[in-house]
Each structure stands twice: as structure tokens, then as C-alpha cells.
């Protein structure tokens, strides 16, 4: 029986064949998933050239990875960003109000302390986007984003 104080598990770590350990981020499947949020902030850029709506998403019921073969719990988390700015034919407006329209609030003023959008559910089709390498080097592993949200019925 566990006495919280982590030695009885040195005995367990000592059998351990850590090269069986799976270690990497599992990553959630594409797919139509409920989620609730957790937090949402405003960031800005490194450049410092703009800013971003950053949106915590936790998964409300278990999923599968891409592979199909590892289980994701409940609370897995999934973050957004919006863009907010202006490029092109790039309306940020138009990004928080489909965001906004998920979650049942298109119809209120926005709320810059994001308070009451904190907890709220939403339907979202998510997407996989593969591992790509940064210009100077860094490699980034697979990852699941948002592709849409799904309007709030």
C-alpha cells in the first residue's frame, strides 16, 4: 500500500524497462468533439507586430489518437488561436464571431475579461497538422488543432 511518501515506488521503478515506456504526446484524432473552455487570454506576438486570442479547450469525453491505438482522457486539452489581425481577406471580427456563434453568446457584447466564456461547452471539428521543422531547426511533433467550430443549435 502507497504511503505518499514516493519510496515504494522506487521498487517498482527499478523493474522498469523504460525503453517500453511511451513517453510522446498522445495526439486527438480529426473529428467532431465537445468541449468546454478553460481559459482564454489575448497574447501578443513575439514580433510584437500583433496579437492573438488564445482559447483553452478541454475535451469532454474520451477520444482516440491518430493511430487509433492509445485512448485520450476526458480534459485533454486542445488550444486555439485567433489571429487578431487584419491581413488579406482575414477578418478577425469574423473568426471571434464563428467562435462566439459555437458557444450560443454571438448575440451579446464581447467580453474582453473573457469571464463568462470560461466553462462553456461548444461542438469543434478538429484537424491533424503533421510535424514540421522551424528555420532554425527545431523539430515540432504532430499536434491536433481546430478547424471549425460547429454553431450552437
Do not use: C
Not at 468533439?33 to 496579437?51: D, P
Request: aromatic share 8%.
Amino acid at each position: 500500500m502507497s504511503d505518499n511518501t514516493g519510496i515504494d515506488i522506487f521498487d517498482e521503478l527499478a523493474a522498469t524497462d523504460f525503453s517500453e515506456v511511451e513517453t510522446t504526446r498522445p495526439v486527438l484524432a480529426a473529428g467532431l468533439y465537445e468541449f468546454s473552455i478553460t481559459n482564454m487570454e489575448r497574447t501578443i506576438w513575439k514580433s510584437g507586430q500583433g496579437s492573438s486570442l488564445v482559447i483553452q479547450l478541454a475535451l469532454q469525453s474520451e477520444g482516440v489518437d491518430q493511430s487509433g491505438e492509445r485512448h485520450i482522457s476526458a480534459g485533454y486539452v486542445v488550444t486555439d488561436r485567433i489571429s487578431l489581425v487584419k491581413k488579406g481577406e482575414y477578418e478577425p471580427a469574423k473568426q471571434v464571431a464563428k467562435f462566439l456563434e459555437s458557444i450560443g453568446m454571438k448575440d451579446q457584447p464581447f467580453d474582453p475579461s473573457f469571464e463568462s466564456y470560461r466553462g462553456a461547452g461548444l461542438l469543434a471539428r478538429t484537424k491533424v497538422v503533421g510535424e514540421s521543422t522551424s528555420d532554425d531547426g527545431v523539430l515540432y511533433p504532430a499536434k491536433p488543432e481546430i478547424a471549425s467550430y460547429v454553431k450552437a443549435s
